[in-house]
């Protein structure tokens, strides 16, 4: 049974893919000019669910910012890895 699931919507329709608690599951929204990657996965230290957002390069347009790493479901600002 998947633990995680994403969906992604485009002119195509909506597609979905399911990722285990081993596997986690990763996402990329680009553009021209860089893109978004979220990737969620479990925490070893806790066991709990955590989401790691980033701002990243895409086709080398773009910059770097880590925006977010910490448990999905509540944020936290103060939890950065």
């Known amino acids: 049974m998947s633990h995680f699931y994403g969906t992604v919507q485009g002119n195509r329709g909506e597609a979905s893919k399911c990722g285990s608690k081993a596997s986690g599951i990763r996402t990329y929204a680009a553009s021209w000019k860089g893109a978004i990657t979220c990737w969620t996965y479990i925490d070893k230290e806790t066991g709990n669910d955590y989401v790691r957002v980033e701002m990243t390069t ?19 600002p103060e939890v950065q890895k």
């Not at 977010?68 to 936290?76: A, R, S, T």
């Open 58 to 76: 895409w086709q080398g347009a773009g910059n770097y910012a880590l925006l977010y790493d910490g448990p999905i479901g509540e944020y936290k």
